[in-house]
């Protein structure tokens, strides 16, 4: 079982995210603090010899993300490959504190490919469907965590969608696990920033997370 997050979200603001200047940086940085811990320091004992005379407690790592991993984000530095998981839940976290909006469904692989299946025999363009928001690559330095895959959806293309899906909806024979799901995703690409978009300003993209 896996669950599929797609935010409405500029993908040029999250690549921006990855070597952030002042004060972005500091922003972004201030908001990690929300969702990491601080790195544990290493143990005194460790680095002048013993003091007591009874055993002290090693410090233990917490699990988590850590203002380290934040640090090395806005930083633009390598992510070590042991860290992509905590990394990802900050920029999670990111994605959900400025994202014009977002949905969560959670779907086995084969419901997946079921519901983007009935959808498009129900006349939603196979260029919309999920699996291939999915495999289209973001190109973010960030590289996915294990288990995850990354995709994203141009914002012209969600508005696009955003006449689709109703109708595909509507029409699809849907099976009852996967109808919820159906109507949560056709929600999602209601947003007034795809429906009514402006002519001042550029539609949001698409960013998927898979897991």
């Known amino acids: 079982m896996g669950t599929l997050t797609l935010y409405a979200i500029s ?9 952030a200047p002042q004060p972005w940086s500091t922003t972004l940085l201030e908001d990690a603090e929300k ?3 601080e790195q544990a320091k290493p143990a005194l004992i460790g680095r002048i010899g013993p003091l007591f005379k009874h055993p002290v407690a090693p410090i233990m ?13 806005v930083e633009g530095r390598a992510i ?15 994605c959900d504190s400025t994202s014009f909006g977002s949905v969560a469904i959670t ?8 519901l983007d299946f009935t959808l498009v025999s129900g006349g939603l363009s196979s260029q919309f469907s999920l699996e291939t928001i999915i495999a289209r690559d973001p190109h973010l330095p960030l590289l996915p965590a294990p288990g995850m895959s ?19 909806v509507q029409s699809a024979a849907l099976r009852e696990d996967i109808r919820e799901s159906a109507d949560a ?8 920033d795809w429906t009514q978009p402006s002519d001042e300003a550029l ?4 960013l998927a997370l898979y897991q």
Request: hydrophobic content about 50%; glycine content about 10%.
């Open 11 to 19: 993908l040029e603001d999250v690549r921006q995210w990855f070597g």
């Open 35 to 37: 969702v990491a811990h």
């Open 61 to 73: 790592e917490l699990p988590g993300p850590t203002m380290g991993d934040a640090n090395a984000l």
């Open 80 to 94: 070590a490959a042991d860290r992509l998981g905590p990394a990802w839940v900050i920029v999670r976290h990111w």
């Open 107 to 114: 779907l086995e692989q084969q419901q997946l490919a079921l």
């Open 150 to 168: 990354v995709g994203w959806m141009p914002g012209d293309h969600a508005v696009r969608a955003a006449s689709q899906w109703g109708a595909a």
């Open 185 to 192: 995703v056709h929600g999602f690409f209601q947003l007034p």
């Open 203 to 206: 539609p949001p993209d698409v």
